[in-house]
């Protein structure tokens, strides 16, 4: 059998895509491998958010170049696919800079992947197209969803129409595009069937969905929320990546009213200060950013809040840094991702004559990622001694240990005798380490034992 590699970068889309791409690969005969040395098809699933995201790919592309020309001398042929937002962003210049690469194909154009490996050498598609690619893919299979686990995405939403000033992503994946509720409902199905218990629902601006609703009207997310938490085996909701703009009062609601849906909430803010918040053309300011948190808050008191910094955006003065200091100080965040701006092709602030010298860049960010990770070990001891239900996903870090997550999306280390993936138990969480917590689950007798932390 035919061997296929495939390694996905950035976001959650790519990793949903990768999974597509294999159903492709695998109707054409393709086993996967997790060894590149063993494939003979590599398909890197790039991201093009930050130019170092951008750049890995290339040194990736060196060693597998090299792995290709010593599998040549064996007589084995080795076929590149460069796919994902790198290759949307760059097309056919990836050929030139690249020659190891055999054919280019965007996150548009999956459905092609076949013909185009058919076409062979300089093959490339970054079309955007009009339906639905994922009509064209095939159907999951229940032994492929299973080989998965228990937790999947569901891309609900793809694309972005809001041009933040500083991303490519509405050039790479293109304009703000809903599935139907119908084929959502299906695909949520043919998971559940298959054993999954929680599911993500995934899109650039997932909370943006719109989607067909079966009586031809536009659904809100919250609405497909509740029409999800209706699948029978499906136990946990949760959705990413959301924007605040588009936090409306059925989402907020569902918060409170649906169980299924986890207290989590993944809402990049980016930045504290209005002026910078308006230069990014992120359309609410941060005060705006706090109402919706207080919102979120009272409609569930526990929730955990996430969300992304960009530091030394262009024009970003001292003052400007303070409000973003202040902002992370008055909701103190469970956890984020923070980054320095980094100028991208094409996007209106890369041409800023403002740019922010890079030593202030870092400066900023170690201040900033002292207190968002001060914040996140804060959180995550404040859990230490309450009972918290843990879906278990796969085997532990110990021999006879089981690890899953929290509501709040923390990983705990359980004892896993007499429990199997897939359960979900109440854990009391006994202590938190850096990365994981260490908890106690009831055995069969109603005793409690614990996970050893050595
Ligand atoms: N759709 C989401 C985010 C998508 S990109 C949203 O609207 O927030 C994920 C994160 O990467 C962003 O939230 C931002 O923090 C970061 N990012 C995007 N472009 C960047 C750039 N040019 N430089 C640094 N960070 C960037
Ligand atoms: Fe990028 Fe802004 Fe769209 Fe998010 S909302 S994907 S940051 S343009
Ligand atoms: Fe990266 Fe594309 Fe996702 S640029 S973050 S892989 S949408």
Sequence with gaps: MKKVFIKSYGCQMNVYDAER??????????????????????????????????????????????????????????????????????????????????????????????????????????????????????????????SRGVTAFLTVQEGCDKFCTFCVVPYTRGAEVSRSVARILDEAHRLADAGVREITLIGQNVNAFHGEGPDGSPWSLGRLLHALAEVPGIARLRYTTS?????????????????????????????????????????????????????????????????????????????????????????????????????????????????????????????LQERLEAHRQAFNHGTVGRTLDVLLEKAGRHPGQLAGKTPYLQMVQIDGAGRAVGDIVPVRIGAAGSNSLFGEAPAADGTWTEASAA
């Design 243 to 367: 924007h605040p703009r588009d936090m409306d009062e059925e989402l907020i609601a569902a918060h409170r009213d649906l169980p299924a849906l986890m207290p989590y909430l993944h809402l990049p803010v980016q930045a504290g200060s209005d002026r910078i918040l308006a230069a990014m053309n992120r359309r609410h300011t941060a005060d705006e950013y706090r109402r919706i948190i207080d919102r979120v808050r009272t409609a569930r008191p526990d929730v955990a809040l996430t969300s992304d910094f960009i530091v030394g955006f262009p024009g970003e003065s001292d003052a400007d840094f303070e409000a973003t200091m202040r902002l992370v100080e008055d909701v103190r965040f469970a956890g984020a991702f923070s980054f320095k701006y980094s100028p991208r092709p094409g996007t209106p602030a890369a041409d800023s004559a403002d740019q922010v010298p890079e030593a202030v860049k870092s400066e900023r960010l170690a201040r």
């Design 21 to 146: 791409m294999a159903d492709v690969l695998a109707a054409e005969g393709y086993g996967q491998t997790g060894s590149v040395e063993n494939a003979d098809l590599v398909v890197l699933n790039t991201c093009h958010i930050r130019e170092k995201a951008a750049e890995k790919v290339y040194s990736e592309l060196g060693r597998i170049r090299v792995m290709k020309e010593e599998r040549a001398l064996e007589g084995r042929e080795t076929k590149v696919v460069l796919a994902g937002c790198v290759a949307q962003a760059e097309g056919r210049e990836i050929f030139r800079r690249a020659p190891v690469v055999d054919v280019v194909v965007g996150p548009q154009s999956y459905q092609n992947l076949p013909a185009l490996l058919r076409a062979g050498r300089g093959a490339l598609d970054t079309e955007f197209p009009a339906d639905d690619k994922f009509d064209a893919l095939p159907a999951l299979e229940p032994a492929r969803i299973k």
